[in-house]
């Protein structure tokens, strides 16, 4: 076994899950922050050293985060639990004293979705009073291109110009670990895309770049520049308002909304699993929820005893 600080090991950790791993910067600043707090812990607890971690220390942390969400307290301890395999495969501890401890247990929450007429009403709410409103006109095919290809924020404003193909009907979008996939678009994400690119909104934007890398982007804002995270959630809370939808709504609500629509159109879960680039079906699988008056719908037609 090695005589390293926690320092070195985390920042050994850290190039292994950024270079050999090569996830996503936001998953590597996830993983750092979590095990600074871990470790820091620890070394209040007089634990200065990995040789020294006991299981029962990884479940006391774990206790301390009762005041945080379950999705939290899981992040944090699948951070912790990456981190001992480390330590466990490059020779630092023999053991790996976080196997087998668990989360605690919480019900599961069912993701935020609009219904097919809400996703309308937000969509129509963009419809400008003035033809000349460059801005609605982006903000349509913004809208239209997160429902129709589920795209995550980050993909939506990390997406190019040349990352569509409006006669193909497809777009690539770039994910989590810089993951690559294909996704469909309907015709009235290209009609609005269209518009907004070929119509003069995005010629008219990309004019007030001062970078030729900005006027790469498809999103851009009045200055030229790459639409950012916060303005896109910004345009999403306008216009729920405008349409008078009462759910707290995000960006994240339209790709839920659009693997609900179609897991309830009849799509199989592979396929939706693929569609949204989830590395497992089982993060898809909470798409298949129903709700309680089709389940109802579903018994009455089906059971043989229900009538």
């Avoid at 006391?60 to 009762?66: E, G, I, K, Q, W």
């Avoid at 290209?190 to 982007?217: H, P, T, V």
Wanted: with cysteine; net charge neutral.
């Amino acid at each position: 076994m090695t005589d390293m600080s926690f320092e070195q090991q985390i920042e050994q950790f850290i190039v292994h899950i950024s270079v050999e791993k090569g996830l996503s910067r936001a998953t590597v600043c996830a993983y750092e922050s979590d095990l600074r707090k871990y470790t820091s812990w620890l070394i209040d607890c007089s634990v200065k050293d990995a040789a020294h971690i006991h299981k029962s220390d990884v479940e006391n942390f774990v206790a301390t985060l009762s005041h945080e969400s379950a999705r939290t307290v899981a992040r944090r301890l699948a951070s912790i639990h990456e981190f001992h395999k480390f330590l466990v495969s490059h020779g630092d501890v023999e053991e790996d004293v976080s196997d087998g401890i668990k989360p605690p247990r919480s019900g599961t929450r069912l993701p935020d979705a609009l219904t097919v007429e809400e996703v309308t009403a937000l969509i129509e709410a963009t419809q400008a009073e003035k033809t000349d409103d460059l801005v609605r006109v982006r903000d349509r095919a913004l809208l239209e291109f997160m429902y129709a290809s589920a795209a995550r924020v980050s993909e939506a404003v990390g997406a190019n110009i040349a990352d569509i193909d409006l006669d193909a009907q497809v777009a690539r979008l770039i994910g989590k670990g810089d993951k690559q996939r294909l996704v469909p678009l309907g015709s009235y994400a290209c009609a609005a895309l269209d518009r907004y690119i070929n119509g003069g909104a995005w010629q008219f934007l990309a004019s007030k770049s001062k970078s030729g890398m900005e006027m790469r982007a498809i999103f851009l804002n009045k200055r030229g520049k790459r639409l950012s995270r916060q303005s896109v959630w910004e345009i999403v809370q306008t216009y729920a308002k405008s349409a008078g939808i009462e759910k707290d709504i995000h960006p994240h609500t339209l790709r839920h909304s659009c693997a609900t629509h179609l897991i309830q159109g009849g799509a199989d879960v592979r396929t939706v699993q693929e569609f949204l680039g989830h590395a497992s079906v089982t993060t898809t699988q909470i798409y298949t929820h129903v709700s309680p008056q089709a389940l109802i719908e579903a018994y009455i037609l089906s059971h043989p005893r229900a009538r």
